[in-house]
């Protein structure tokens, strides 16, 4: 999307001496870290090796998983430069929210899209070919816009969910999030990468004053902007009866965690889908909306 903006680890540090809004200059100590632990399983990745292939593997069954997905252009965009990820015969699923103007980003999501769905199709769900698929996406989408001028700068933000047979493999890169409604507490699964997040977790901002900030839609990573990209992967347990959420920050930027927690809870999937859609709209609408809704069914009990 045309206002997302890819920031390099190297301005984070000097970022950090004028971030703080001006009402908060004075401030003689930075803002508590949100209590939110690094997760331990989380894999990041080296930049991938341009030959790598994606282990061709026989794919094992996938347990029932039920989906409800929306996508919408908003009230203020002139296209959606967001794409799904639907593929219920290899249990895969996902968001991806695309920077670069207008065909800058509708290339790069789709790109994404398109290729995670050839490269992972038939596969057994398993991290070493989530990460190996996501880096060889990058790649294609990184030599894209070197040849076409018209692309440069183009890039995208890929969460995906794996359904195996007792885990979900979680790939992410950007700011759009993962979710989980378990047991009736609502929990955000992956990190924002993205300017303000990194603020946030070394305590320089507060939530509150990151919800606000100029910089919050400037993302610190994302697929296709360089050669190599680092890639959040998380294995995590499968439960009957939990309900994931995939989605950009066109829904979570307009709907708050308790809206979206209520419409988890008292729904059905494809009746929560349009009140989150429909909520979003109604606060505003300022960007793409774009949400995966999956509801476990067959998961360890």
């Known amino acids: 999307m045309s206002h997302k903006f890819r920031f390099t680890k190297d301005s984070m540090e000097r970022l950090k001496t004028f971030a703080i809004p001006e009402e908060q200059e004075t401030d003689k100590k930075p803002a508590k870290a949100p209590s939110r632990p690094e997760k331990s399983r989380r894999d990041r990745q080296e930049p991938p090796i341009a030959s ?49 103007g207008h065909n800058g980003g509708e290339t790069a999501s789709a790109g994404a899209r398109d290729g995670v769905l050839e490269l992972l199709s038939g596969k057994k769900p398993e991290q070493s070919a989530l990460r190996t698929a996501i880096g060889a996406v990058n790649r294609r989408l990184y030599l894209r816009q070197l040849e076409d001028e018209s692309l440069s700068g183009m890039g995208t933000t890929l969460t995906l969910l794996w359904f195996a047979g007792d885990a979900v493999h979680i790939g992410h890169v950007g700011d759009s999030r993962a979710y989980r409604l378990r047991d009736g507490k609502l929990a955000q699964i992956t990190d924002d990468h993205s300017v303000v997040a990194e603020l946030v977790r070394s305590g320089v901002l507060t939530p509150e004053q990151a919800a606000s900030h100029p910089m919050r839609n400037v993302i610190t990573r994302a697929v296709g902007t360089e050669e190599g990209v680092e ?53 505003g609408g300022r960007d793409n909306i774009s949400l995966v809704i999956l509801l476990d069914k067959e998961g360890a009990q």
């Open 52 to 100: 790598a292939e994606v282990p061709a593997t026989q794919p094992e069954r996938v347990c029932a998983v039920q989906s409800a997905c929306r996508t919408h252009i908003g009230k203020v965009r002139r296209s959606n430069q967001d794409a799904l990820i639907e593929s219920a015969s290899d249990g895969l699923w996902g968001v991806a929210d695309g920077m670069g």
């Open 231 to 283: 890639i959040d992967l998380l294995c995590e347990e499968r439960r009957a009866g939990d309900v994931w959420l995939v989605c950009s920050d066109g829904l979570y930027g307009m709907v708050g965690d308790d809206a979206i927690a209520g419409a988890l809870t008292s729904l059905p999937i494809d009746q929560a889908a349009d009140r989150l859609l429909a909520a979003a709209l109604e606060a």
